[in-house]
């Protein structure tokens, strides 16, 4: 008897960083012609994905602003560049300011 895998793989990354790698569910995209959500042993996918968020399992989410997808043989792979989120500092008094972000923190 055939064994049915109920996951695919999927690798998110960028010409840099490998940003996502898992084993899921399901995958939500935003093409450029419409939408994708994918699940195990969909048909082959080739496209280009425009700004939008990669949700994932409908728990987790990436945000990016642009990017191209290949779905074979239950392994998805996308390549994509990352949305930049812009965060900002919010002053509560004259000398405590609450940042939202490490990185911001380094900057100031």
Partial sequence: MAHYKS???LTVMTPD???YENEVQSVF???D???YELLP???PVLGILKKSDIIIDWKESISIKKGVIRFFANDCIVLVELEIK???AVAKKEDDMVVSDENEMNRL
């Fill in 86 to 88: 812009k965060k900002k």
């Fill in 41 to 43: 042993y969909h048909y």
């Fill in 17 to 19: 960083t490998l940003v």
């Fill in 7 to 9: 996951t695919f793989k």
């Fill in 29 to 31: 995209l935003m093409g």
């Fill in 33 to 35: 012609k419409g939408e």
